[in-house]
């Protein structure tokens, strides 16, 4: 596709639910990464991609957090058990291989009530 | 490990005026170092990069230098414009030496508001 696309853009769930995000990158890319955007601080690390595989998940905060990639394609990153302090925004970024310029998508902004 | 240390915001600025925005970083190797720009209700897009020490990377108006002897990497523009508003990352690219790939580390960000 043109960019990367994130999907949904806004998500409220009840704390407890699970919830999943959805990234696709731009066609071609190899690499893919998962960032979170905390109110008012920077960006986190979670997890990147390398086609299918994941070399580097030292960023997810627990285990109630996960994400897998299909196809060298479409990410999804799945939050078990929500809790008040994973609301955030969700970044998805790719780059041709891991070595080049991150494009990021819009984000999924994640409100755990 | 690798971080990236950025001014506190916000920076209130009239149009016109000079911006600097401080940025350092700690790196374990030869990183490459980026500002990104997130316009209000936009996602992060790159403004600028250098690859290497004394490169200079400017775009819009936009330049930084990559000082390795003093690890930093601000960001200036002579004369910012409203258009300008927006919040601004500093991040470096390490290379993971085990996995062979990139790891992109984030500052906290710079709120920027130009005023007419």
């Known amino acids: 596709g043109a960019g990367v696309s994130q999907s949904p853009s806004n998500k409220v769930t009840e704390k407890g639910k699970d919830v999943e995000l959805r990234c696709d990158p731009i066609s071609g890319h190899t690499a893919l990464y998962w960032y979170r955007q905390r109110l008012g601080q920077g960006l986190e690390f979670l997890i990147y991609?390398?086609?299918?595989?994941?070399?580097?998940k030292s960023g997810l905060p627990s285990d109630r957090f996960s994400a897998e990639r299909t196809g060298e394609s479409v990410s999804t990153l799945t939050i078990q058990r929500t809790q008040q302090e994973d609301s955030a925004v969700y970044l998805c970024a790719s780059s041709l291989d891991g070595n080049t310029e991150a494009f990021f998508g819009q984000g999924t902004r994640l409100t755990v009530v | 490990g690798d971080s990236v240390t950025q001014m506190e915001g916000p920076v209130t600025l009239s149009e016109e005026a000079f911006l600097t925005i401080n940025c350092t970083y700690t790196?374990?190797?030869?990183?490459?170092l980026f500002w990104y720009v997130q316009y209000p209700g936009e996602g992060l897009q790159l403004l600028l990069k250098?690859?290497?020490?004394?490169d200079k990377g400017s775009n819009k108006g936009f330049e930084a230098t990559y000082r390795k002897e003093t690890t930093s990497f601000h960001l200036e523009k002579g004369s910012v414009q409203v258009s300008d508003s927006a919040v601004y990352f500093c991040a470096l690219s390490d290379l993971v030496f085990s996995g062979g790939y990139n790891k992109l580390i984030f500052g906290a960000g710079t709120r920027l508001a130009v005023h007419p």
């Open positions: 991609f390398q086609g299918n595989s994941a070399p580097d």
């Open positions: 250098a690859t290497k020490a004394d």
């Open positions: 790196a374990t190797g030869y990183p490459s």
